[in-house]
């Protein structure tokens, strides 16, 4: 039984009103809880970034496991519950496409669990992949094509920093994109990047080290929460700042956060 200390309530706040992206990882283990609340009228916020689902995955001994769900306007409460020693998450925004399992983050492919923030050109992406990359992809979002660009590259070197290199140089030379944000994981380590072509406040990526303690994550509007808690050492990746101790990320890097909780700031 694990005893998890009572949350510091450190807020997340966001221009856009939710927590698009959220990893954690520690060097023991950690809980997320992911709540609904009810949408107020009085807020009129933009029609496009309203959530429309959700995904959540953790790893535990047995691996990664993923859930992935649409989010109904109209219901509030708890949505999910969940333990182990890495989590991400990501909330989707109504724009991104047709609502189906093969289009919620986050993607997972064998021990690589994967989520994104920005936009990039799909069809450019694709064009970068091998044949066996592209009868991987299974829906029809961006962000997979980069998941699947990422894994291809990292397999094709044996090294993820390398790998996520590679892919990003890829992008410099073709194709538009507004951010390549994204966090990456293989459940014993954290690799964060952090490359922006435009509106940098808008595609922002904070890192916080955290021990023993605990996280609320509040969307501007309430429309989102989530709560960590983290035991032992770890860190925090996401997409607002979770508490004064947190840092900006700096543009056009990769955070390698070891199996120690050591971390690396890489720049490309």
Same mark, same amino acid.
Do not use: C
């Given at each position: 039984?694990?005893?998890?200390?009572?949350?510091?309530?450190?807020?997340?706040?966001?221009?856009?009103?939710?927590?698009?992206?959220? =990893?954690?990882?520690?060097?023991?283990?950690?809980?997320?809880?992911?709540?609904?609340?009810?949408?107020?009228?009085?807020?009129?916020?933009?029609?496009?970034?309203?959530?429309? =689902?959700?995904?959540?995955?953790?790893?535990?001994?047995?691996?990664?496991?993923?859930?992935?769900?649409?989010?109904?306007?109209?219901?509030?409460?708890?949505?999910?519950?969940?333990?182990?020693?890495?989590?991400?998450?990501?909330?989707?925004?109504?724009?991104?496409?047709?609502?189906?399992?093969?289009?919620?983050?986050?993607?997972?492919?064998?021990?690589?669990?994967?989520?994104?923030?920005?936009?990039?050109?799909?069809? +450019?992406?694709?064009?970068?992949?091998?044949?066996?990359?592209?009868?991987?992809?299974?829906?029809?979002?961006?962000?997979?094509?980069?998941?699947?660009?990422?894994?291809?590259?990292?397999?094709?070197?044996?090294?993820?920093?390398?790998?996520?290199? =590679?892919?990003?140089?890829?992008?410099?030379?073709?194709?538009?994109?507004?951010?390549?944000?994204?966090?990456?994981?293989?459940?014993?380590?954290?690799?964060?990047?952090?490359?922006?072509?435009?509106?940098?406040?808008?595609? +922002?990526?904070?890192?916080?080290?955290?021990?023993?303690?605990?996280?609320?994550?509040?969307?501007?509007?309430?429309?989102?929460?989530?709560?960590?808690?983290?035991?032992?050492?770890?860190?925090?990746?996401?997409?607002?700042?979770?508490?004064?101790?947190?840092?900006?990320?700096?543009?056009?890097?990769?955070?390698?956060?070891?199996?120690?909780?050591?971390?690396?700031?890489?720049?490309?």
């Amino acid at each position: 039984m694990i005893n998890y200390i009572d949350p510091l309530k450190i807020k997340l706040v966001g221009t856009d009103g939710l927590p698009r992206l959220f =990893a954690a990882i520690s060097t023991d283990s950690l809980k997320a809880n992911f709540t609904k609340h009810p949408f107020e009228a009085r807020a009129s916020p933009p029609p496009d970034w309203l959530p429309d =689902a959700y995904g959540v995955a953790w790893y535990s001994s047995s691996g990664w496991a993923v859930r992935r769900e649409a989010i109904d306007e109209g219901v509030s409460g708890p949505l999910a519950s969940v333990e182990g020693k890495a989590v991400l998450s990501h909330v989707r925004p109504i724009s991104m496409g047709p609502l189906m399992d093969e289009n919620i983050m986050p993607f997972i492919d064998g021990d690589w669990a994967f989520a994104h923030h920005g936009f990039i050109d799909r069809a +450019a992406v694709v064009e970068l992949l091998d044949l066996d990359s592209k009868r991987l992809l299974k829906g029809s979002t961006d962000s997979e094509a980069y998941f699947r660009l990422l894994i291809q590259e990292i397999r094709r070197r044996k090294d993820p920093v390398m790998g996520m290199t =590679a892919a990003v140089y890829k992008l410099e030379d073709v194709g538009y994109f507004t951010s390549l944000n994204s966090v990456l994981s293989d459940g014993k380590r954290l690799y964060a990047l952090r490359y922006v072509r435009s509106d940098e406040k808008r595609y +922002a990526l904070y890192m916080a080290r955290v021990e023993d303690s605990s996280l609320r994550i509040n969307s501007r509007l309430s429309l989102f929460t989530v709560e960590a808690s983290v035991k032992g050492r770890g860190y925090v990746i996401s997409t607002r700042p979770a508490g004064e101790g947190a840092e900006l990320v700096p543009n056009k890097v990769i955070v390698v956060i070891n199996e120690k909780m050591e971390e690396e700031i890489i720049p490309l």
